[in-house]
């Protein structure tokens, strides 16, 4: 199973920017889904998480500007983010907790894509 995020890059604050993350592989299914984030010298942080039953949570921090979604037709996670500002600039990891068809239940992660707001 992987995990593979797009749609990083930089933009005035301000701005707009939506994050993708798919799964593929031997998936029987995705339970929660979400979004991390991580600057340099910290801890990962939670962005939004979803879960199957398409209950949302948000950090205080972005409550308002950003929209997490999903697409369980394509096993997609997307993360809507508006109103940008500069302290939003950090590397972006998806997340996804995956039954797969052996029915193992593990906790995958993207890599990461960078978001670079400018003040």
């Known amino acids: 199973v992987q995990l593979q995020a797009s749609g990083g890059g930089l933009v005035q604050a301000g701005g707009s920017l939506r994050l993708s993350c798919a799964a593929s592989?031997?998936?029987?299914?995705?339970?929660?889904m979400g979004w991390y984030r991580q600057t340099p010298g910290k801890q990962r942080d939670l962005v939004a998480t979803i879960t199957s039953g398409d209950r949302t949570n948000y950090a205080d921090s972005v409550k308002g500007r950003f929209t997490i979604s999903r697409d369980n037709a394509k096993n997609t996670v997307y993360l809507q983010m508006d109103s940008l500002k500069p302290e939003d600039t950090a590397v972006y990891y998806c997340?996804?907790?995956?039954?797969?068809?052996?029915?193992?239940?593990?906790?995958?992660w993207g890599l990461g894509t960078q978001v670079t707001v400018s003040s």
């Open positions: 997340n996804a907790i995956i039954r797969s068809v052996r029915r193992d239940v593990y906790d995958y």
């Open positions: 592989g031997s998936i029987f299914s995705i339970n929660a």
